[in-house]
Nanobody, 124 residues
Framework: QVDLVESGGGSVQSGSSLTLSCTTS????????MGWFRQAPGKEREGVAA???????SHADSVRGRFTISKDNAKNTLYLQMNSLKPEDTAMYYC??????????????????WGQGTQVTVSS
């Protein structure tokens, strides 16, 4: 049984910062690939950032320079630091895990474990 639990979402104003956390259980954390995705109403789920087991990261063009993915293996926790938030960042944010990501980790097809999501709302 693999469980992923996101936290840290909220309602903020444009230009603010938030840090999302994803705590895992039942998952061999340090050997796998993990990522953050988001889905806005009426849109497809999209990859935001991903981190491979060796620490290699990928960030979507829309968030590069503003968002940073990181992890703490000892705490079994994945983070997403989000700075300079914009209204277009408003979405449900999901944490995902996989034993292996064949591509860059930003594709939904690469993951088989998903959390329930945490809502981020950015107002102008």
């Amino acid at each position: 049984q693999v469980d992923l639990v996101e936290s840290g979402g909220g309602s903020v104003q444009s230009g603010s910062s938030l840090t999302l956390s994803c705590t895992t259980s039942g998952y061999t954390y340090k050997y796998g690939c993990m990522g953050w995705f988001r889905q806005a109403p009426g849109k497809e789920r999209e990859g935001v950032a991903a981190m491979d087991s060796d620490g290699t990261t990928s960030h979507a063009d829309s968030v590069r320079g503003r968002f940073t993915i990181s992890k703490d293996n000892a705490k079994n926790t994945l983070y997403l630091q989000m700075n300079s938030l914009k209204p277009e960042d408003t979405a449900m944010y999901y944490c995902a895990a996989s034993d292996y990501c064949p591509d860059n980790g930003l594709g939904t097809h690469e993951y088989n474990y998903w959390g329930q999501g945490t809502q981020v709302t950015v107002s102008s």
